[in-house]
């Protein structure tokens, strides 16, 4: 089966069998995630940051997690809905809710972050979200093991790939967002698919009614609102899973272009530690500073957490709290007594439990993937902040530029303008872009490319 | 004596008495430094740094040695030029070169950085020539102490500080460049009063007829263009004294005004390293890489420098060589062998005798001084380097609104383009830079002051 099969298989009409009386009352109800209090580098599609400082606790609360969607939330009729399993397998199979919440239940807390989180602190600056620190949080996920149902459907020895797919759909021309799992990844015990998240049922921000957890690798295995499972002897051949979520394989050099030849998809997330409390920028008073934060090693362990009060000259070791699972992040703390008031630079570096530290810059990547350079949180001890270093809040600003009509024609009907206005890229990463979109259906015309690349490079670089 | 006695002092007609037969040929011409290596961030006055990459031996040669002036450039005919002794002695002198010269002479290796070097790094941005790494250099000074020409002048045990003042003149209203040394400092037998450098005679850019050289410490102690010496109870009360050249008490929130009260005088520089070579950006092939620099630390030794080739991960301790003096720098190596080709972050990390290593991030501090960074250096190992990330070569820039003209009429007659293009402040920033500006002669008028701040801080930011 190609991969154009696979995508039209989703678009059959699938009978509406279950009646609504056969499923629990908590999935009649599709929550929407607060926005209250989280950061908005888009709203549509929908992606949300947690403000580090927020982070306060081991569970990240539901309406605190962050939030990253590739396209439009999709709205699911949870009695309509069927998890189909079919490809290298015996027994296709399209299951109800009903059927998979029937199925053994397991309990796993999990730290899930986006692969792009810190994306805006690389630089060269590079195309995407510009995520800062706090595309990252830990739940407790409940639901099933997708090695289970996979024994139920019979998969087949050959096969070496799972593909995901959900109920979202690409804008436009834009292929479908779908993933690919290799099949030892796949059948782990701890690797589920989930219905509940801290106790509460999906909310559909978060992928209701079901979604993958492939714990400690990059958050987009764990795919939202799954609707399709296919195992496979071959990988997907989509852009999703052959030009995105990919790492070089060597150091490249920054601002580079490196053809997805060159590159291996990314798994497991690396070594990485946040400082969440104080805040930065935070006034606090004389006397004892609890330094607190999370870290975090993907599927490896933190093995211990120093931090530095100091800009980096000498390190004392924190101590790790008692909340520990093996794919969450683990809490840590040391108590500051700051030698006398005034302004700190405060740095947290984590190290593996196989000795690997966090860098002091991370690896410049095209995509910009996998920021873990050591934290940094400025602190100002028995001193006011000046209203002027209070983290930004980022607006979307005035347009007050004629280029700006294309702009408005031709992207801002698909895209949050503030995903546009984060990217700082200069005019050829513009034209890529450009060229990128316009293959996905953006419209652009030959004659208004290189016009907008040079207003867009102009307005926000 | 007052200050404004001082000052009236100097501009006393001094009697021209020496015959130019008693000098000796070499101080008859002055010396211009070539500037065609050197990186120009202000053409007049003359404010040159050194490109680090240039940086290759112990002793930099003298058309390569950085330039921080002050004010112009002052042509000095030597046969009228003399050094005023006077203030809290027993015996006021007037010396010519020849008497200087007829004293015990004596040489030093020291290493002269300007207390600005870095302070484009810092951010938030603060005011004054923007150096990246290269305001820095080491030469063999050879003179006579200055303690000898105190012990001559019979300098009272009343005398607490030696003011310093050279044949330049503040531009404008700007008042006189003086300084101040304290007077163990100046008694210490490594301070010196030298003409020559590097074998040569002292060239005009590095303070002919005679300059100072306070080893070890911030280059401005090493007053040029010497012409008179006070001792004194009391400290000077000058701008270059009470406000420039000083440093917060306590650790303070980065782009907070600091009152200098809550300030104390620069003395000595703090431990640092530089990588020179591989220079940054640097494409080399693959192979054994040295990876060499110089670390130095004031008036402190360098105890060790380690080498990172991770990003900061991991640390090897380098070869340190054997060319040393006290005040000197001490070169480092390490000879790297890549793991593969690709492109790689290279930092060094120097710690001085007392166990006191480089900060990962600098102290911020209103006047920019004192960056020492662990120092960082990319470079691309048998990949080439794109033409877009060569260093810049910091081009003048087009003019093309309309309050220029303001920017013209009242800055560019006394600064160098360059200099104003290159400060990144705020508005509030450049209102205080204009008041003092205007304080000092500027003309601007109040009419002019905001829209002028509004531009600058638009233009320049």
Redesign the interface.
Known sequence: MRRRDFLGSIGRTIPAVAAATLLPSVFSAQQTVSKARLIVRSARPEDLETPVHLLTSWITPNDLFYVRSHFYTPSIEPGAWRLRVDGDVGTPLELTLGEIRALPATTLVATLECAGNGRALFDPPVAGVQWEKGAVGTAAWRGVRLADVLRKAGVRSSARYLWLDGADRGVGKAPDFIRSVPIDKAMHADTLLVYEMNGEPLPTAHGFPLRAIVPGWEGAYSLKWLTHIRASASDHDGPFVQAGYRY?R???????VVPASETVPLRGMPVKSLITSPANHAAVPDGEVPIAGFAWAGDDEIGRVDV?I?????WVEARLGSDRARYAWRPFEYVWRPP??????L?SRATDSRG?????????NPGGYLWN??D?V?V?VG????A??APASGGAGAIDDPGASILQSRCVACHDFRLIEQQRL?VDGWRRELDKMSGWGAGVTPEERDPLAAYLARRYR
Chains 1, 2 share one sequence.
């Not at 060597?250 to 580079?256: A, D, I, S």
């Open positions: 070089p060597r150091p490249v050099v920054p601002g580079t530095s100091d800009g980096g000259r000498t006398q008031s005034g302004s700190y630079l740095m690997r530290p966090q860098p002091i810059l991370a690896e410049w350079a050591i940094r400025r100002n001193v006011a902040t000046p002027s270093l200069d």
